[in-house]
């Protein structure tokens, strides 16, 4: 059983005065490791928005070496 799990959210964000982010073409993901020893307390979140999926950005693949080397430090 691991300690440190990885979990994803995505949706349009929101701004303040209850406008949604209608303007935006993509939604925001964000993956975030969690501790299930402290009430799945969020150690860490790894966001992607918009124009990062051309840059090469990988939130998902970061969340998870974290969560590894959490893995490795904290049994």
Same mark, same amino acid.
């Given at each position: 059983?691991?300690?440190?799990?990885?979990?994803?959210?995505?949706?349009?964000?929101? %701004?303040?005065?209850?406008?949604? +982010?209608?303007?935006?073409? !993509?939604? +925001?993901? =964000?993956?975030?490791?969690?501790?299930? +020893?402290?009430?799945?307390?969020?150690? @860490?979140?790894? @966001?992607?928005?918009?124009? !990062? @999926?051309?840059?090469?950005?990988?939130?998902?693949?970061? =969340? %998870?070496?974290?969560?590894?080397?959490?893995?490795? @430090?904290?049994?």
């Amino acid at each position: 059983m691991t300690r440190f799990k990885v979990t994803s959210i995505s949706g349009w964000g929101v %701004r303040q005065g209850g406008h949604g +982010a209608s303007g935006r073409k !993509q939604t +925001a993901a =964000a993956w975030q490791v969690l501790d299930s +020893a402290n009430c799945f307390h969020i150690v @860490r979140e790894f @966001r992607l928005e918009g124009n !990062q @999926r051309r840059r090469g950005g990988d939130p998902e693949a970061a =969340a %998870r070496a974290f969560a590894g080397s959490l893995e490795e @430090r904290y049994p």
